[in-house]
T-cell receptor, first 110, second 114 residues
Framework: EDKVVQSPLSLVVHEGDTVTLNCSYE??????LLWYKQEKKAPTFLFMLTSSGIEKKSGRLSSILDKKELSSILNITATQTGDSAIYLC??????????FGSGTQLTVLP | NAGVTQTPKFQVLKTGQSMTLQCAQDMNHEYMSWYRQDPGMGLRLIHYSVGAGITDQGEVPNGYNVSRSTTEDFPLRLLSAAPSQTSVYFCASSYEPATNEKLFFGSGTQLSVL
């Protein structure tokens, strides 16, 4: 059974700090690793990492996939209060199903 | 741009009642799915569909039915509501049916079963 574990469960930082969120996975057939941001309600897509694309960057957010360590990190630099959200990691395997981790709740204080 | 539309946003049911959660998308996505989100457990897949007339079970399908008569609509039916079905439900769609990645989510339905 595929498994995705995220850490930490929650994190409180101040504006301007840099944060690193972790995601580890145990899967039978790796296809891709995805990151989503969930603010008040609906998760929104951030990044997809595959064997052919192990690093992605968008503004202050970046993500790296380590296939050897079966893990991924999401970095956010110069955090802002608008970054406060739940960050979800998910694996897409061969069964057309996404397996989600339980998420990291990030709170950025002014 | 409507995207994925879910109704209702909130619902309270009594144990044993049935109801249908509605989901519609206007992006011509072939892949649609239903997830439930419980505290500390992330999102878990209930049912999914890779096209009209085709549905399949996800991780937690018991107590739920789905149908896909059109590309746009994917309703989720609770047959006989139980307190264990208290959760937030999300409908999601994708234009990549082979991999269901890059999901677009609806705004969710908060369901309470008393």
């Amino acid at each position: 059974e595929d498994k995705v574990v995220q850490s930490p469960l929650s994190l409180v930082v101040h504006e301007g700090d840099t944060v690193t969120l972790n995601c580890s996975y145990e899967v039978t057939n790796f296809r891709s690793l995805l990151w989503y941001k969930q603010e008040k309600k609906a998760p929104t897509f951030l990044f997809m990492l595959t064997s052919s694309g192990i690093e992605k960057k968008s503004g202050r957010l970046s993500s790296i996939l380590d296939k050897k360590e079966l893990s991924s990190i999401l970095n956010i630099t110069a955090t802002q209060t608008g970054d406060s959200a739940i960050y979800l990691c998910a694996h897409s395997g061969s069964a057309r199903q996404l397996t989600f981790g339980s998420g990291t709740q990030l709170t950025v204080l002014p | 741009n409507a995207g994925v539309t879910q109704t209702p946003k909130f619902q309270v049911l009594k144990t044993g009642q049935s109801m249908t959660l509605q989901c519609a998308q206007d992006m011509n996505h072939e892949y649609m799915s239903w997830y439930r989100q419980d505290p500390g457990m992330g999102l878990r897949l209930i049912h999914y569909s890779v096209g009209a007339g085709i549905t399949d079970q996800g991780e937690v399908p018991n107590g739920y039915n789905v149908s896909r008569s059109t590309t746009e609509d994917f309703p989720l039916r609770l047959l006989s509501a139980a307190p264990s079905q208290t959760s937030v439900y999300f409908c999601a769609s994708s234009y990549e049916p082979a991999t269901n990645e890059k999901l677009f989510f609806g705004s969710g339905t908060q369901l309470s079963v008393l």
